[in-house]
């Protein structure tokens, strides 16, 4: 038996380089050895106002995405959060025993509510526990994400075992997977804040459909520092994490990238940079052209993931239903 993977990605702003090497390229890799099940989690991106008709297109944009990436919908189940609505019914339930007090220990929500924390949605600050339906819902064993993603992760498990506890082995424990190399990319602008999709800055993230123009100027303008040598040092934010990227996309050791740019420039670093980077994206965006001149093909597959994942979360529904004496 496979182990059962699931992880999802929210249909919001532009998808970047920090979702690739973070969390995309392992989804694709993990195909091969694991039972996939990969979500477009329409429902946690309107915790936050969201305009319907760009939310409708970026659906379809971060599928498409996803499928040129290399999710391949023969091997894995690539659907819509909102089209299982037992995901909604289950964190309904999950939410009456998760206790307030771990929910206030969730940092995304400090981070994202800031010094708003009254005029937040509440779903925003339940967000958590939507995640939780979503990964133990299915069974989960593996959940492939990026560094930020992990203290969800850890809550849904604590909440499966507190659950188990009360009703009896119920729900599958969880672990979060995070990769070695790339499960934090920070931004091209302040390598000190994580590249995130929210933030609005034009030199802030590479985007999967950037053209090679747009990579070389944002390459070329990121921040680094006033020194000179070009190495691995976590105590210089700017060039670790544009030597991080170099990394993750020419596949090469960080002592083959130091002895490949000894003596050599952050500008002529830079170049080669956004090179390796065009080429890594090229296949992807050719892929991605192809797979979206046929509009129907994407909604074709999405439907066709929803049928397969329905079975398979209304029966861990039921059992749950039946362990707490409801119906
Ligand atoms: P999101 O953009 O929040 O929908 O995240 C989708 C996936 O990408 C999650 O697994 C995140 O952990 C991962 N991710 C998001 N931002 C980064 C980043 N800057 N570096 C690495 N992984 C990231
Ligand atoms: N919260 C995740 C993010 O922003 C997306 C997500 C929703 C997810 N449900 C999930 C990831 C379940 C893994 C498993 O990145």
Known sequence: MKKRVFSGIQPTGDIHIGNYL??????????ENYDNIFCIVDL???????????LHRKIREVSGLLLAAGIDPKRSILFIQSHVCAHSELAWLLNCFI????????????EKSGTQKEQVSVGLFD???LMAADILIYDTQVVPVGEDQKQHVELARDTAQRFNSI?????TLPEPLIPNVGARIMGLD????KMSKSETGTNHAINLLDTPEI?????????????REIRFDEKRPGIYNLLTIYQTFSGRSKEEIEAQFEGKGYGDFKKALAE??????????????????????????????AERARPLAAKTLERVQKKIGLG
């Open 99 to 110: 206790p307030m007090g771990w929910m206030q220990r969730m940092t995304q929500f400090k």
């Open 167 to 171: 009703y009896g082995e119920t729900f």
């Open 190 to 193: 302040d390598p000190t804040k």
């Open 215 to 227: 990579i070389r100027a944002k390459f070329a303008r990121a921040t680094t520092d006033s020194l």
């Open 44 to 54: 946690h991106a309107v915790t936050v106002p969201q305009d319907p008709k760009i």
């Open 276 to 305: 390796v980077v065009i080429e890594g994206l090229r296949p992807l965006q050719e892929r991605y052209k192809e797979l979206t001149a046929d509009p129907t093909r994407i909604d074709a597959i999405l439907a066709e993931g």
């Open 127 to 129: 967000y958590p526990a």
């Open 22 to 31: 973070g969390a995309i390229k392992y989804w694709v890799a993990m195909q």
